[in-house]
């Protein structure tokens, strides 16, 4: 299973230690291709020899190939929001994951879409349960 996961870059990297603990419970279900979301250094060595263009459609591109996207949204980003969009239109499982407790704002065109599977929490141990049941419904099936 080949796993899009999306939290704020440029809008704020608040979130960063919590990204990189879900991308760490994400790579129990598959390949997370976006694995540099949870590390501030990665980031800095990977996409600053990146043009804007080239960033858009590298993720772009691995969006297309994933098979589902997991967004945290408690911090605000045109990006996520972009990228949550995008995955809708070709079809693809959207999970997004916010934090109840954070007193931020949550879009309502995320809250309010039909297309995607909100999920709140309190605490990062809770997110591994919304994992596990997200990803056992959207388990690829099989063909005998």
Known sequence: ????????????????????????????????LTEHVGSDEVIQKKDRVLSDR???????????????????????????????????????????LYDAGSGKALSAMIAGSDKVEMKLYRQTEEIEGILEAFFKSHAPRRTS
């Open 54 to 96: 080239q960033i858009h459609d590298r993720d772009l591109g691995w969006i297309v190939e994933s098979d589902l996207l997991v967004a945290e949204v408690t911090v605000p980003s045109l990006g996520v929001g972009y990228e949550i969009g995008r995955a809708i239109e070709i079809g693809k499982p959207v999970l997004c």
């Open 1 to 32: 299973m080949k796993i899009y996961f999306c939290g704020s870059i440029r809008g704020g990297r608040d979130l960063a230690h919590t990204y990189e603990h879900i991308i760490k419970m994400l790579q129990g279900f598959g390949t997370v």
